[in-house]
């Protein structure tokens, strides 16, 4: 009788351990500062939204970060539990469910505080002189009146770029995402370099990114409802703006020691 009590024991005790343990999920990912990145605190604030909504629900997230068309097509191909963040377009739900909108990304006008600007139309910027990035869009409204030529656009291949353009007064404004604009700021420029920027309150584009769940998984649809109403419930209780607090106040930046130990993993 004892071997079977202590079989019963070993049975018990193994089951409770497979219970306590989170099921870990597999999400792909892109290099994205100030959002998804090695480089930050929690992998960025997005990664640790996401991390955080699935504790919520008892998983585990470990995130791969990959160059972003690998990133798709892995997740598209059931390779992974989920791959963020994107933009809604109709052909991609052949391969995927979309959550609820996870980031809003907001486009502002950057400008130096010695450049006073205001704007209500995209006709206010007539005959200025705007950096940009290559081959890269702002949307189709503002896309379509860069091809009136009312405006010059000169693009370079990186914000770093851009921002020394504007610091250098060689462009008035630089048009981008505005957590994205403060980030490049903070990780290429001098506090002194810093103080001189700011933006234009109005967006020139808001875009909605969401975390996709490849439809050749099974369990897809289950874990989707779950994120979404997780999700809400953040976004509701006002925690979901917390993040972006933090975001704001430099919590997610990697003091030097951390950022050295990271880059030896």
């Known amino acids: 009788m004892r071997w079977k009590t202590l079989l019963t024991i070993c049975c018990l005790s193994w089951c409770l351990t497979t219970q306590a343990e989170p099921r870990e999920l597999q999400i792909s990912v892109g290099d994205w500062p100030p959002y998804l990145s090695q480089e930050l605190r929690h992998s960025g604030v997005i990664a640790h939204i996401i991390s955080d909504l699935f504790a919520e629900e008892g998983y585990k997230v470990s995130f791969r970060f990959l160059p972003w068309p690998r990133a798709y097509s892995a997740a598209a191909a059931g390779k992974f539990d989920a791959t963020g963040v994107w933009m809604h377009k109709g052909e991609r739900e052949a391969d995927f469910l979309f959550s609820a909108p996870l980031l809003d990304e907001r486009f502002v006008f950057f400008h130096l505080k010695s450049q006073p600007f205001d704007w209500h139309s995209f006709d206010d910027l007539a005959g200025m002189t705007l950096g940009g990035g290559l081959e890269y869009s702002y949307g189709p ?3 379509a009146f860069l091809a009136k030529g ?5 693009r370079v291949s990186s914000d770093q770029q851009n921002f020394e353009k504007l610091l250098k007064e060689r462009v008035v404004l630089y048009p981008q ?3 994205v604009g403060y980030a490049a700021l903070s990780r290429h ?4 370099e810093r103080a001189r ?3 234009h309150p109005r967006p020139l ?3 909605r990114s969401y975390l996709m769940l490849p439809r050749s998984l099974a369990g897809s649809e289950d874990l989707l409802l779950r994120f979404n109403q997780r999700l809400q419930a953040f976004r509701d209780s006002g925690r979901y703006d917390r993040y972006f607090q933090d975001l704001q106040a430099g919590k997610y930046m990697l003091t030097e020691e951390e950022a050295t130990q990271a880059s030896t993993e």
């Not at 009312?150 to 000169?154: A, G, L, N, T």
């Not at 420029?189 to 002194?192: G, L, V």
């Open 197 to 199: 920027v700011t933006h």
């Open 189 to 192: 420029f001098t506090p002194a």
């Open 150 to 154: 009312k405006v010059h656009m000169e």
């Open 177 to 179: 995402e505005i957590n």
């Open 141 to 143: 409204d503002f896309d």
């Open 205 to 207: 584009l808001i875009n």
